[in-house]
């Protein structure tokens, strides 16, 4: 009778612990941060779908253990405890490279070619690439396309795009170059299979013309361009904030 009560009040005390503590550590104030593609509420949907993940030790068992339900565009979520019932959730997105528009969607890519989700809208700063048939695909692979060698060549440059931070919204693909617009600015590249000290002083180029507050208008020709050569900006457009050198070149 005496192990029976020892076993009834032991039980009683790991309940009362068990109850104390789901309430003790019950989140109650939630900050996401780092994601540039979903709200808020998105992630904390994501995060908090399976049961007592509302619990800070919940949730620390989640993380260490089976991890999360991810969205297309998120790599890893790390939970930050901040307090009791205080969590931050730091959000790591995936790169993505770019997107080609298919049927009325948007088809999303990372740096591998690797189909990351079809949506019906684009989303903001990512490159929109046209001019090639990218073949059949499936979310989750990468693209199946005839002519390889095209194809490294554009992941290459929108990795660089994206590296460089370069404002490039559309890249075209013809049979003779690669086209860029970004602004009112047509950038010709050539057809070439790396791209590195093209983008990497076409960065610096765009940059001081934002810092000196300079809308560039017209054509770039690098088709030839080899390095330590000039980048030749055809202007016609005057600075809007002062009215020196209306239809400048621009030399870097």
């Known amino acids: 009778m005496r192990i029976f009560k020892r076993i009834v009040i032991a039980l009683a005390v790991i309940a009362c612990l068990v109850v ?11 900050k996401v941060e780092g994601t540039q ?10 995060v908090f779908q399976k049961k007592f993940s509302d619990n800070q030790l919940g949730l620390w068992f989640y993380e260490k253990t089976t991890g999360f339900e991810t969205l ?19 959000v790591y997105d995936k790169t993505v490279s770019g997107c080609i528009k298919y049927m009325g969607q948007y088809v999303y890519f990372d740096k591998d070619g690797i189909v990351l989700q ?6 903001k700063d990512v490159l ?7 073949g059949t695909f499936s979310v989750g692979e990468a693209f199946k396309v005839q002519d390889e060698e095209v194809f490294r060549s554009i992941m290459n440059l929108s990795q660089l795009i994206a590296h460089y ?3 490039v919204k559309r890249m075209h693909v013809d049979t ?11 950038i010709y590249l050539g057809r070439k299979k790396m791209y590195d000290d093209e983008i990497s002083n076409l960065s610096q180029v765009l940059k001081k ?32 904030t002062t009215t020196k050198e209306k239809d400048k070149k621009s030399e870097q």
């Open 72 to 90: 297309p565009f998120v790599e890893t979520v790390q939970i930050e405890n901040t307090g009791i019932g205080k969590v931050t959730l730091h």
């Open 176 to 186: 003779s170059t690669f086209l860029l617009y970004s602004g009112n600015l047509q």
């Open 20 to 30: 104390g503590a789901y309430y003790l550590f019950h989140i109650q104030e939630v």
């Open 128 to 134: 929109v690439v046209t001019g090639i048939n990218f």
């Open 37 to 46: 593609y979903y709200s808020d509420a998105e992630i904390k949907k994501m």
């Open 165 to 167: 931070k370069v404002p």
């Open 118 to 123: 079809t949506l019906p809208e684009k989303k």
């Open 209 to 240: 013309a934002s810092e000196e507050k300079l809308k560039l208008s017209g054509t770039i020709h690098m088709e030839n361009y080899q390095k330590g050569d000039s980048i030749i900006v055809d202007t016609k457009t005057q600075n809007k």
